[in-house]
DNA sequence: TTGTATGCGTTATCAC
DNA sequence: GTGATAACGCATACAA
């Protein structure tokens, strides 16, 4: 047994090449007979298209790029297996490609992934803003961008949860569940959707009259090097009427309940708290976290959508879409 | 600015393709100074190789199939991100497939990653027992499994966390903190794993003088079906000296623990409880879980170096690697 | 040391 | 409705 080719294809079924080729993509005129024979011979043989040579042949690969930051992250694995999903169903394959947010490695990929012809690339996340540049003009890779801001707007589509809305609805929540100073906790990473959630939730602040001060409102986190527990108590010796925290995502938000419980800090009677991304631990803390949900799979849909729409030339460039985030309210947050 | 070829490079730079070619591959003779002109050129196009091509002149794509049954799942996820590292460290790029343990899935990419001409293959869990019968005897893809066990051990590699004794230790604990009636809880998915587990769960009662009984020591749970907690109800009805339980995984134990609490049934005053994966959320549940980690780094490069070695024809068929496991042990399964 | 020519498997453009 | 053939970009055997 052997790797057939349509050559051999033909042969068997005694027609020629061309033939062959137009049943196998259903494309150009063939008698139903001769697409019998040949289908039959196909399935005899176990054909396999060689997909190297349809690329190269037709400039065109059926494969998508996926840069990711780090795909071991909730929100990202959720979104990159929907994509993978629906882009499958389509007949496309994916490269997923973990950047680890170095940006040396997204170039590298960069490269390779252009040179293996993928046909469209969905960029996901990663700290800074997101600039391609293809660099053959002549053959414009489109792409996505999930939730990181592209520097060229005009270039691409940009795709987001509403950021802005799930930190606005979170403090407003907190607020009307009777809290009176209520905080944001927030890494030192500047993306897009950390800066979009910060605005939400100054905003709502501003909404209940609340004069927003990044001493008293703002427990900056730096994940890698401080103490976590001690730059929560520090922060809160100096405002101890905190009793309320917005959690930038719900990993710093369950850091924040260790080290509340640890302190006797009782959660929710002295301080609420309200998370981001309804990660599947949440329900499973006591008490259970409150948390903002993205809607993974409107994005996935709307970023395939878009994406092939670009491929086929018939997208608009520059648009932006964002998708609403539901706040899920758990115990957390909530007054008994 | 267009697509450059290596001929385009060839005609700039005075020289042949081939001289071109033996310059980009470091491949054959050429004089130093004919390695600059043509550096440079391609420096200045920004000429990208055209993989396609490459893969259809060579048969090789330098390209690896991951094929996962569920990305989002803790251990696959973390497996798949190192594996991802290491092979792209190596020069290879990943394709990775969700199969959602869907057979028709699975076949349906094993089809595709033939004709994109991977040079192997990972294959994670799964439910059933692999068979991978590359019908091109020709070119035979070689493949490694990770804790699935293939049908003809001598196609391939088998790299599996030590299951066993990851049960076994974490039964014997139970029994030396005080259990005299530890259960197994596990799904009706008989994956390899599983049966080990289930093994080493046995194994551990019989040595400690156990007798064990499917009725008394075994919880089966349905996870599409049944109400979890009714289950787990009625079997503690049955058998109401049961005093500690070893998870099958995670996600069990967190559901397990869920219900236990709802009853007011002590953790791990009245039942202890072990589960297996260590999950992130195992430590920021009360009381923190105790688990089984697997040392998903060792497997990888284990999966990794073995894959590139029978890829270049070196490697041994029919080994199989154990990867030892560590007990991690937390709130849940210490009495006081 | 370098160049020429061939073929990898496919699709598309012609002819017939 | 079907067949012959060029072309895609690359690596390599063989010539020079």
Redesign the interface.
Known sequence: ????SIKDIAEIAGVSVATVSRVINDNGRFSAETRKKVLKVIEET?Y??????K??RMNK?FTIGILVP???N?FF??V??QL??IL?AKGY??????T?RSSE?EL??L??L????VDGLIVISGAEEFEFDS?????KIPYICIDREPKKKENTIFISSNHYQGAFESAEELIHEGCQHPIIAMHNQKSTSAKERLKGFKDALKKNSIPFNAKQHLLSIDIEHSDFEQNLLTFLKKNPNVDGIFSINDLIA?EL??SL?KNQIDVPKKIKLIGFDD???G????PTLSSVRQNTGLIANYAVESLLELISKKGELGRQIVVPVSLVLRESSTSS
Chains 1, 2 share one sequence.
């Open positions: 047994m052997k790797n057939y176990g396999k298209m060689n997909y190297s040579a690329n190269l690969s780090d795909i071991s909730y694995s959720d990159v297996q993978e999903e499958f394959s994916t490269i997923i490609c973990n680890s490695k590298a990929y490269r390779i252009e040179g293996k012809g660099s053959s003009a002549e053959k369950l309940m260790l419980k990660t599947y631990a329900k499973y803390t006591t």
